[in-house]
C-alpha cells in the first residue's frame, strides 16, 4: 500500500495556527505521498477545514513549515498563485461564479492564469464536463442547476487547472441527501484514476472504500492516523473510538 | 383662487430653455463623480493606511457637510486664495459652471464610492475564495469576480444617487447659474406667481426623475438575467 | 483666525437656531414617515395612492424647489387672503423657521415613509403570532412585539435621514434664516473672507452630523445589546 519510493506531495511539519486567543492547529504533521487518498475527519471545530486550507494557504499558517509540490508556502505573493494553479480546492458551498455560465465558469482560471486560447480551453472545459456527466448543462446559469449539479461543476472547474492535488472542504455537506451519490461517484472515479486527494468529510462509507489512510483531528491535533481497516475496526485512541461510536451510530 | 394657465404656457417653455445647462451639470457631474469614486474605492481597500485615510476623511467632509455649503466654498471662497487665482484653474474655478461642475463632482465622489464599496463588500467571500484557489491574482479576482457582482448590488443605490444629484443640479441657481431653477425663479420674481411656476417646474422634475428610474431598471433587468431564471 | 473674532457668538446663535430648525423638523419628520407608512401598509386604496403620490413627489423635487414653493406660495396666499381684510398689507409670510422647517420635513418624510414601511414589514410575523397566542391584544402585540422590532430595523437608514435633515437646514438660508450661512455672509461682507467663512460653516455642520453619527451609533448598540449578550 505505502510506497516509501514515490515523492511526497504535501509535507507539513508542526504547523501551527492561531485565530486571535484561539489554537486551531496544534503542532500538526503530515507526509502525503504522490497517489495517496486522505480523508480527514473529526468533530466540529477540530481545524479540519483550517488544515486544508493552509495547504493552498487561504489560510496562513504561523509557524511550522508546508511544502507544497515542491514548493514551500510563505509570504512571497508570486509563489502563491502558481501553487494554488496546481492545488484544486472544492468548497462545502460549491462557489460557483453566479454572473458565468458553467462553461464560461471553468474556462476562466484557464485562459487567465495558464493563458489558454478560448479554443483549448473550451476543449478542456468540455473534457471535464463529460467526465462529471453533465455536458449538456454548459450554457446554463449555477442558479439553474441543483446542488448535486453544481458540485459535480466545481470538481470539474477544479480538474481544467491540471491539478496535482484535489482538496475536498466537506464536498456534500451541504447537499440534499438524494444528491450526496452523484458528488461521491464522482470523487471516487477520480481517486481511481490516481489523483492525490485529502477529503474532509463525514462520509464513512466513502473513507472506507477510497482512502488510503484516515486521520482523525480533535482540538487542533492529529490524533490517529491508519488505513480504513485499522481506523474503522481497531481505533487504537480513545478519542477517536468517542468520535467513530457517536458517528457510526447513525 | 385662480391658475394662471397662461402663464403656465407661457413659463414651461422658457424653463425647458435651461433643461441644457440642466443635463450638462448632470452629465458631467455623473461621470467625472463616477471616476472620481471608482479611485476612492480603489484607494479605500487598497490595504495601505496612507492612501485609505485620506479617502475615508475626505468621504467623511463631503458626506457630513451640506452640499450648498460645499458650493459656496468653491464658488465665493476660493477666490480670497492667492494660490487659486494665481493657478492655471482659475478660468475654470472663476466660472459659476465650473464650480458647479466641481462641487457637484467632488459630493457625488464620495457618496458613489461608499455606494460602490458597499457593493464590493456584498460580493460572497466564498468566491473571491474559490478565484483564489483557481490561482487567479488579486488584480484577476478583482476584475472578473468581483467587480461584475459588485456593479450589480450597487446599481439600486446608485440610481438614487443620480437622482440625487439631478436634484442637486437646482442649487446651482444659488450661483447665479440660469438652469430650470434658475430661469423659474427670475420668473417668479417678475411675476409674483409662486404656484404656477414652481407647480410646473417640479412636475419637469418629476418626469426627468421617472426616465432616469426607468433607465436605471431596465439597466438592473440587463444584468439579472442570471439570477433565478424561471427555466 | 483673526477675522473670526466678533462673530463668534453670532455664529454660535446661528447654530443654536440650526438645532432648533433640526429638532422641529425631525419631530414632523417622524410624525409624517409614521403616518405616511401607515397609508401605505393599509387596506385603503385612497390612502395608498396618496401616499404613494406623497413620496413620489417629494422624492422626486429638487428640495430648494420644495423650500422655495412652500415658502413664497405661502406668503402670496396669505398676502392675498390678508389683503381681504385690509388692502394696506403688502407682504406677510409665514416664518421663514416654520416654512422651512415643514419643508424640509416634508421632504425627509417622504423618505422616512419608505424606510418605516419597510421596517414594519421586516417584522417575522412569526413573533406576532407568538404575542396573540399568548393573549395579548392587538395593541399590546403593536407596542410591545411590532414597534420594538420595527425600530431595531428602522435606525440604521433612519440615520441617514437625520443626516439629511441637518444638511438640508442649510437651505433655509435662502428664504432669510437667520443661520449660520446668514450669519457667513454678514460676516463676509464687514471681512471680505469669504473662505474662511464658508469653512467655519463647514466645520460646524461637520459637527453636527458627527454627533449625529455618534448618537446613532450607541443607539444601534443599544437596540442590538440582546444580540452582543449572544456571542
Given at each position: 500500500m505505502s510506497?516509501?519510493?514515490?515523492?511526497?506531495?504535501?509535507?507539513?511539519?508542526?504547523?501551527?495556527?492561531?485565530?486571535?486567543?484561539?489554537?486551531?492547529?496544534?503542532?500538526?504533521?503530515?507526509?502525503?505521498?504522490?497517489?495517496?487518498?486522505?480523508?480527514?475527519?473529526?468533530?466540529?471545530?477540530?481545524?479540519?477545514?483550517t488544515l486544508i486550507r493552509c495547504i493552498n494557504r487561504l489560510e496562513e499558517h504561523d509557524s511550522g513549515k508546508i511544502v507544497v509540490n515542491g514548493h514551500e508556502l510563505t509570504g512571497a505573493v508570486k509563489d502563491i498563485d502558481a501553487v494554488r494553479s496546481e492545488v484544486g480546492m472544492v468548497f462545502q458551498s460549491f462557489n460557483l461564479?453566479?454572473?458565468?455560465?458553467?462553461?464560461?465558469?471553468?474556462?476562466?482560471?484557464?485562459?487567465?492564469?495558464?493563458?489558454?486560447?478560448?479554443?483549448?480551453?473550451?476543449?478542456?472545459?468540455?473534457?471535464?464536463?463529460?467526465?462529471?456527466?453533465?455536458?449538456?448543462?454548459?450554457?446554463?446559469?449555477?442558479?439553474?442547476?441543483?446542488?448535486?449539479?453544481?458540485?459535480?461543476v466545481a470538481i470539474a472547474r477544479a480538474l481544467c487547472m491540471n491539478p496535482l492535488v484535489m482538496l475536498f472542504d466537506e464536498p456534500t455537506s451541504a447537499l440534499d441527501p438524494e444528491m450526496i451519490s452523484e458528488v461521491l461517484d464522482v470523487m471516487t472515479?477520480?481517486?481511481?484514476?490516481?489523483?492525490?486527494?485529502?477529503?474532509?468529510?463525514?462520509?464513512?462509507?466513502?473513507?472506507?472504500?477510497?482512502a488510503d489512510n484516515v486521520v482523525f483531528m480533535d482540538y487542533g491535533e492529529i490524533v490517529e492516523m491508519n488505513p480504513p481497516e485499522e481506523f474503522f475496526d481497531h481505533?487504537?485512541?480513545?478519542?477517536?473510538?468517542?468520535?467513530?461510536?457517536?458517528?457510526?451510530?447513525? | 383662487m385662480t391658475f394662471d394657465f397662461a402663464l403656465i404656457a407661457d413659463s414651461i417653455p422658457k424653463m425647458l430653455m435651461g433643461i441644457g445647462l440642466t443635463f450638462q451639470l448632470l452629465f458631467l457631474s455623473a461621470v467625472l463623480g463616477l471616476v472620481l469614486a471608482i479611485t476612492l474605492l480603489l484607494m479605500r481597500i487598497s490595504g495601505r493606511w496612507y492612501l485609505s485615510v485620506p479617502?475615508?476623511?475626505?468621504?467623511?467632509?463631503?458626506?457630513?457637510?451640506?452640499?450648498?455649503?460645499?458650493?459656496?466654498?468653491?464658488?465665493?471662497?476660493?477666490?480670497?486664495?492667492?494660490?487659486?487665482?494665481?493657478?492655471?484653474?482659475?478660468?475654470?474655478?472663476r466660472e459659476p459652471f465650473g464650480c458647479a461642475v466641481l462641487a457637484l463632482t467632488l459630493n457625488t465622489g464620495a457618496y458613489v464610492s461608499e455606494i460602490l464599496r458597499g457593493g464590493v463588500l456584498g460580493v460572497d467571500r466564498g468566491l473571491k475564495e474559490a478565484g483564489a484557489a483557481l490561482g487567479l491574482s488579486a488584480r484577476h479576482r478583482l476584475v472578473y469576480i468581483t467587480a461584475p457582482i459588485a456593479i450589480r448590488l450597487a446599481l439600486p443605490a446608485y440610481s438614487n444617487d443620480v437622482i440625487s444629484l439631478m436634484k442637486s443640479?437646482?442649487?446651482?441657481?444659488?450661483?447665479?447659474?440660469?438652469?430650470?431653477?434658475?430661469?423659474?425663479?427670475?420668473?417668479?420674481?417678475e411675476t409674483y406667481a409662486p404656484y404656477e411656476v414652481f407647480i410646473s417646474l417640479m412636475v419637469i422634475y418629476l418626469v426627468l426623475t421617472w426616465m432616469i428610474q426607468r433607465s436605471f431598471g431596465w439597466m438592473e433587468k440587463r444584468m439579472s438575467r442570471h439570477i433565478k431564471v424561471e427555466a | 483666525m483673526e477675522d473670526i473674532t466678533g462673530?463668534?457668538?453670532?455664529?454660535?446663535?446661528?447654530?443654536?437656531?440650526?438645532?432648533?430648525?433640526?429638532?422641529?423638523?425631525?419631530?414632523?419628520?417622524v410624525l409624517f414617515g409614521l403616518i405616511g407608512a401607515a397609508a401605505k401598509l393599509s387596506k385603503s386604496p385612497v390612502a395608498k395612492s396618496i401616499a404613494s403620490g406623497y413620496?413620489?413627489?417629494?422624492?422626486?423635487?429638487?428640495?430648494?424647489?420644495?423650500?422655495?414653493?412652500?415658502?413664497?406660495?405661502?406668503?402670496?396666499t396669505l398676502t392675498a387672503i390678508a389683503q381681504i381684510f385690509d388692502p394696506e398689507i403688502k407682504f406677510i409670510d409665514i416664518p421663514p423657521f416654520w416654512a422651512g422647517s415643514l419643508a424640509i420635513a416634508l421632504i425627509v418624510g417622504s423618505y422616512a415613509t419608505e424606510t418605516f414601511r419597510g421596517a414594519f414589514l421586516g417584522v417575522e410575523p412569526g413573533q406576532v403570532e407568538a404575542g396573540r397566542a399568548l393573549g395579548l391584544s392587538g395593541l399590546q402585540t403593536f407596542i410591545y412585539v411590532r414597534v420594538p422590532a420595527m425600530w431595531r430595523l428602522a435606525l440604521p437608514p433612519f440615520g441617514n435621514h437625520m443626516l439629511s435633515l441637518i444638511k438640508d437646514t442649510a437651505l433655509i438660508s435662502i428664504i432669510g434664516m437667520q443661520e449660520t450661512l446668514f450669519v457667513a455672509e454678514q460676516a463676509i461682507g464687514t471681512t471680505g473672507k469669504p473662505f474662511t467663512m464658508y469653512i467655519l460653516v463647514g466645520v460646524i455642520y461637520l459637527g453636527f452630523s458627527t454627533v449625529i453619527t455618534l448618537s446613532v451609533m450607541m443607539l444601534e448598540k443599544y437596540a442590538n445589546r440582546h444580540l452582543e449578550a449572544a456571542r
Open positions: 510506497d516509501t519510493g514515490r515523492a511526497n506531495a504535501i509535507e507539513m511539519e508542526n504547523v501551527n495556527k492561531f485565530f486571535g486567543g484561539f489554537q486551531a492547529l496544534k503542532n500538526v504533521s503530515l507526509s502525503v505521498k504522490v497517489g495517496e487518498r486522505i480523508v480527514v475527519c473529526g468533530p466540529s471545530g477540530s481545524g479540519k477545514s461564479f453566479p454572473h458565468l455560465t458553467i462553461i464560461q465558469n471553468l474556462m476562466l482560471a484557464p485562459r487567465l492564469v495558464r493563458k489558454s486560447s478560448k479554443s483549448e480551453a473550451r476543449d478542456t472545459a468540455m473534457k471535464y464536463l463529460e467526465r462529471v456527466k453533465i455536458p449538456e448543462q454548459a450554457d446554463k446559469y449555477p442558479s439553474q442547476l441543483s446542488g448535486g449539479q453544481q458540485q459535480r472515479d477520480l481517486a481511481r484514476e490516481g489523483m492525490t486527494m485529502i477529503c474532509v468529510t463525514h462520509e464513512m462509507g466513502f473513507a472506507r472504500s477510497v481505533p487504537r485512541n480513545e478519542r477517536t473510538k468517542l468520535f467513530l461510536s457517536q458517528i457510526l451510530s447513525h | 479617502t475615508m476623511v475626505y468621504i467623511y467632509i463631503f458626506r457630513g457637510t451640506p452640499i450648498l455649503v460645499q458650493i459656496f466654498i468653491i464658488y465665493y471662497g476660493l477666490p480670497q486664495l492667492e494660490f487659486v487665482r494665481d493657478s492655471i484653474f482659475w478660468p475654470i474655478l443640479t437646482a442649487l446651482a441657481s444659488t450661483i447665479t447659474l440660469l438652469d430650470m431653477m434658475g430661469i423659474a425663479r427670475t420668473i417668479v420674481a | 462673530w463668534w457668538d453670532d455664529f454660535f446663535w446661528g447654530s443654536v437656531a440650526v438645532a432648533q430648525i433640526f429638532v422641529t423638523a425631525l419631530i414632523m419628520t413620496t413620489i413627489v417629494f422624492r422626486g423635487t429638487p428640495e430648494i424647489l420644495v423650500l422655495l414653493l412652500f415658502y413664497f406660495g405661502s406668503a402670496v
